[in-house]
């Protein structure tokens, strides 16, 4: 039984959250993981394209339209309230799942701090893993100073920090497999 490593990239509005992800992605599945990414948009969005079938159908009164080929779907429904939790069953394969923004969620996540756009953590004790920065140390404001510092700048030093983080998660995994047998 596969469990996936789910990892927030968190920080404020514009510090690269998306740019950053981007990055991550082909690095980690170069390494071999399926990563897949939940993003939270504050504000209502279009899923779909306009003039498109799926489009005209949500837009004509559908509460929810799905579209599929051989090799991807996709669902629009409308829905009162929807969480990461209920989106990250959605990938029962991933290996590692990346949630966009969600400074405040219970998962462990990197947070930028960009210089120009943010100069201290707003993530404080919320399971704050890293922060990646282009700040020194001196210019950042942290309340934990233990917290580790990543080069916003180098991807491939977050990617390796997420892939530690990864093994580690496999590890403790495997770890109650052995020890508990109602885990098997």
Excluded at 34 to 44: E, L, S, V
Excluded at 65 to 84: C, G, L, N, W, Y
Aim: with cysteine.
């Amino acid at each position: 039984m596969k469990k996936p490593l789910i990892f927030a990239i968190s920080g404020v509005k514009n510090s690269g959250k998306t740019t950053l992800i981007t990055q991550l992605l082909p690095l980690l599945s170069a390494q071999g993981l399926a990563a897949a990414t939940i993003k939270h948009d504050g504000h209502d969005f279009d899923a779909d394209i306009p003039g498109t079938d799926t489009y005209r159908h949500f837009h004509a009164g559908a509460y929810g339209t799905a579209i599929f080929s051989d090799s991807k779907f996709m669902v629009v429904k409308r829905q009162p309230h929807m969480t990461e939790e209920q989106l990250i069953t959605w990938f029962p394969e991933a290996d590692l799942i990346l949630l966009e923004g969600f400074k405040t969620c219970p998962y462990p996540k990197i947070e930028l701090v960009r210089r120009g756009n943010s100069v201290k953590s707003v993530c404080g004790g919320y399971h704050l893993a890293a922060i990646a920065t282009n700040l020194t140390p001196k210019e950042l404001e942290r309340d934990n100073p233990e917290i580790p510092l990543l080069d916003l700048n180098h991807p491939r030093e977050i990617a390796s920090f997420i892939l530690e983080m990864y093994s580690m998660s496999q590890e403790k995994l495997n770890e109650n497999r052995r020890f508990n047998p109602r885990l098997f």
